[in-house]
């Protein structure tokens, strides 16, 4: 499966889109047909972008029912929970997630940190995620630039990996 990452502006009019290359296309021609007659053109139809590669996931997040966990040790704390974020993203279609579901991970993971909130805290700062509710209700979720973010520490704990053996 591979992803493809486009940006696109015509006049007044912006598009941007990232995820499974069929998607991503899918989205463009719609995208198209919104606007107006006089800039259809056909540059547009014509555009072209290279795949990303695509990258493991399996070989460095591990699910275990709500509990998604690192398999490989990131570079620090802040760079673990985004990851997380973005495996409960990926694997549970969690957008919505809690401080214990965070904390959980973490401790799977073998890190240990008596508060998250100060992380997380750090990252609404950057505008990575983003936080909603009060106390115990409490959810955070990763938000566009996070989510990129999460994807180039992906691409980096990927890349340490040792090759995988043919089949």
Not at 5 to 12: H, S
Not at 31 to 57: C, M, S, W
Not at 101 to 114: H, V
């Amino acid at each position: 499966m591979s992803e493809l990452r486009i940006k696109v502006r015509i006049a007044d009019y912006e598009f941007e889109a990232a995820g499974v290359c069929e998607v991503v296309q899918a989205e463009l021609a719609g995208f198209k047909k919104l606007l107006p007659n006089h800039l259809q053109t056909p540059a547009i139809t014509e555009v072209h972008l290279p795949a990303l590669p695509t990258i493991q996931i399996d070989r460095i997040l591990l699910v275990d029912r709500r509990v998604v966990s690192l398999k490989v040790q990131s570079e620090s704390v802040e760079n673990a929970v985004l990851v997380l974020l973005f495996g409960q993203k990926h694997f549970r279609n969690n957008d919505n997630v809690t401080g214990a579901e965070i904390m959980d991970g973490l401790r799977a993971s073998g890190y240990r940190t008596k508060r998250i909130d100060y992380v997380l805290s750090r990252h609404f700062a950057d505008g990575a995620v983003t936080r909603k509710g009060h106390g115990r209700a409490r959810r955070y979720r990763l938000m566009n630039p996070g989510l990129e973010k999460a994807q180039g520490i992906l691409r980096k704990m990927a890349a340490k990996l040792p090759l995988e053996k043919p089949k």
